[in-house]
């Protein structure tokens, strides 16, 4: 009998310490500016975590207690500006004070996607003293929009809570470390910056190239493949966070596209409910992607000065309307993948983002898993091996199939909004706790 230790706000106080000291010796600590005097003393952090955890636990008027702290005085802030490129600050004639009902009460009105509730250390502990309105753009980026500069400081100290007991401590928009469900995470990893997931989608990238090519001409601006496989990134992320939002979570599993008869019709490790018909509309999402990259190279034309090549950035700079009604038929995309996974079974892609059918019953033959590997970083190469018992029957049939599918792999989203990618790794069956949003 395997016995779980749950971790606890001391733990991540102390988790946060190790991480926070790890970014002070990183040369290069890339979008985040860690600040020596941004860091309340250790006491001081474990009392604004706890307090903050205790809060997630609450309900206001039946509604679930979400919101982010921005931990600093209000004098950081320029009163100035606001959003979308900067933060608004509003702050109170007299401090209220910094408890979990303070919190519950100021979260209805602080709503978690635009606002932050500000937070500054006394003498005493913390106090309330106002709250800071930062618009959605810190979360496009990650979720799949098109990206623009978050207004949220690389250095400001955020704590947010996403959820009953779900505590996340950052910097800026980089998540150091979080609490979930009773474990810690050294913040989770991005998968998408991961080498392995790029090479599962090499060879369909290369052929949507072959077919951008002959679609446009030899005359066009050359497009970039890591701009290809940015735009096809977006829309996965999309994906991912709708499911987030519709908290009923679901299955995602990418098939190789040479063994998708295989896997659904010969062993059928995968029984789908719904099949669809081999025919256009399964193929929109990447009849959307090749109509993307053709707006793309159609307006670089018109730039001047004519860029050399097209890259990514083209994509989020572009106010074109050809280009924001794809944006927007994308995002339906995403809206429609999103209400297949509320159906019980998995939504089943090949990696050319052909949607095949859902309701997938994961049965397989390979041998019941026991434990698997948690990457800790995102290749895999470093990792722990857990038991699996701690995880629903969602992830426990992911796991499964890529233990016998090695080429296939499955994004698992709970119904808390976690998000884990499951694969056959570097000869073992591993997972990783991916970060959709800061």
């Known amino acids: 009998m395997t016995t779980r230790t749950h971790a606890y706000t001391p733990d991540l106080a102390d988790l946060v310490q190790a991480r926070w000291r790890e970014l002070e010796l990183t040369p290069d600590p890339g979008a985040c500016q860690p600040r020596q005097d941004s860091l309340p003393d250790p006491q001081a952090l474990r009392h604004l975590l706890s307090v903050a955890f205790q809060a997630s636990l609450l309900r206001e008027e039946d509604r679930p207690v979400r919101f982010r702290l921005f931990v600093g005085s209000p004098e950081r802030l320029d009163a100035h500006r606001g959003p979308p490129a900067g933060l608004h600050r509003l702050r109170f004639q007299q401090p209220r004070p910094y408890d979990e009902h303070e919190i519950r009460r100021l979260s209805q009105a602080a709503k978690y996607h635009r606002s932050l509730i500000g937070v500054r250390a006394t003498a005493e502990g913390f106090e309330i003293w106002g709250l800071v309105q930062s618009g959605p753009r810190w979360l496009q980026s990650a979720r799949g929009g098109r990206d623009a500069p978050s207004p949220v400081p690389s250095d400001a100290v955020v704590v947010r809570a996403d959820g009953t007991g779900h505590i996340a401590f950052a910097v800026g928009d980089v998540t150091l470390a979080e609490l979930r469900g009773g474990q810690l995470s050294g913040g989770a990893v991005n998968v998408f910056q991961s080498h392995w997931l790029k090479m599962r989608f090499a060879d369909s990238r290369i052929q949507l190239v072959k077919e951008h090519e002959e679609a446009v001409g030899p005359a066009a601006i050359p497009l970039e493949l890591d701009a290809l496989r940015s735009v096809s990134q977006q829309m996965v992320k999309r994906l991912i966070a709708t499911i987030q939002d519709s908290r009923h979570g679901g299955t995602i599993v990418f098939l190789p596209r040479a063994r998708t008869t295989s896997v659904l019709c010969e062993t059928e490790a995968i029984q789908l409910k719904y099949m669809f018909a081999e025919e256009e509309p399964r193929r929109r999402y990447r009849t959307l992607i090749l109509a993307l990259m053709k707006e793309l190279v159609t307006a670089a034309a018109d730039l001047q000065p004519r860029p050399e090549r097209v890259g990514f950035g083209l994509y989020h700079a572009l106010q074109r309307p050809s280009i924001a009604a794809l944006d927007e038929a994308i995002v339906e995309m995403s809206q429609l993948i999103a209400a297949l996974a509320d159906v019980d079974g998995a ?56 233990a016998q599918e090695h080429e296939a792999f499955a994004v698992v989203i709970s119904q808390d909004g976690g998000v884990q990618f499951v694969a056959w790794q570097n000869g073992a069956l591993m997972c990783w706790d991916h970060r959709n949003g800061p």
């Not at 309701?359 to 722990?384: H, S």
């Not at 029957?393 to 199939?401: F, P």
């Open 347 to 402: 939504v089943v892609l090949n990696e050319r983002f052909e949607v095949l059918g859902f309701g997938g019953e994961i049965v397989g033959t390979a041998p019941e898993v026991t434990t698997i590997r948690r990457g800790l970083d995102l290749e895999g190469n470093e990792y722990e091996t857990v038991p699996i018992d701690g995880v629903g029957t969602r992830h426990r049939a992911a796991y499964r199939l890529c």
